[in-house]
C-alpha cells in the first residue's frame, strides 16, 4: 500500500523456520526488530524451549544474520527470558553469545505465572543467583538484578510456586 517505507517492525522468532524471501520483504520497511528467542545454550535450550533444537535454531539464526548483513535498518538480535530454569547459566549464554559477536538483549522476564518468575525465587536463591552473575558485563544485567531482586505483593502466597509446579514442593 505503500506504508512500509514509513513504518518500523518489530519480529520475535523461536528461530524454528527459515524464510530465505524474508530479507527482500523487509527492505521496504524504515527499521526493522529482528529478535530470535533463545533462553539457553545447547540442551538446556532444548528442554526450555522444546521441541526446538539448539543446532537447528543456530543454523537459522546464521542463515538470517547473514541474509540481514547488508541491511543498515535491521536491528538483528537475540532475546534472552529469565526465568528460574534458565537464570542461574545466564553466563553461559553471554560467553556463548560474546564469542559468536551476536548481539544479545537480557531484558524480558517471564511474568506470566509466579512459578516462571524470577522474583518469587527464595531469597537465599536470588542472592546466590546473584553473586553469580553480578559481574557480567552487560547493559541488561543491572535491570536484570535488579528486577529478579524485585519482592511482589503477593510473594508470600505464592513463594512455593515454582517447587509446586516441578513436583518437589514438601508442602
Not at 519480529?11 to 527499521?31: E, F, K, P, Q, W
Not at 542461574?88 to 505465572?113: Q, T
Amino acid at each position: 500500500a505503500g506504508f512500509a517505507h514509513q513504518q518500523t517492525l518489530q519480529i520475535h522468532t523461536n528461530g524454528t523456520v527459515y524464510n530465505s524471501d524474508l530479507a527482500h520483504m523487509l527492505t521496504h520497511y524504515r527499521s526493522v526488530n529482528f529478535a530470535v528467542s533463545i533462553d539457553g545454550v545447547g540442551a538446556k535450550n532444548d528442554y526450555l524451549r522444546h521441541p526446538s533444537e539448539f543446532g537447528h535454531v543456530i543454523d537459522v539464526l546464521s542463515k538470517y544474520r547473514e541474509d540481514f548483513a547488508s541491511h543498515a535498518h535491521v536491528n538483528f538480535y537475540i532475546r534472552y527470558t529469565a526465568t528460574p530454569l534458565s537464570v542461574w547459566d545466564l553466563d553461559k549464554y553471554c560467553d556463548y553469545f560474546d564469542h559468536l559477536g551476536i548481539p544479545y538483549r537480557l531484558n524480558n522476564y517471564a511474568v506470566d505465572e509466579p512459578h516462571n518468575n524470577i522474583q518469587y525465587m527464595p531469597a537465599d536463591i536470588k542472592q546466590k543467583v546473584f553473586d553469580h552473575l553480578h559481574r557480567l558485563q552487560h547493559f541488561d544485567m543491572e535491570n536484570l538484578l535488579k528486577f529478579m531482586q524485585g519482592t511482589p505483593a503477593d510473594h508470600l502466597q505464592h513463594q512455593m510456586a515454582f517447587w509446586k509446579q516441578t513436583g518437589r514442593a514438601h508442602v
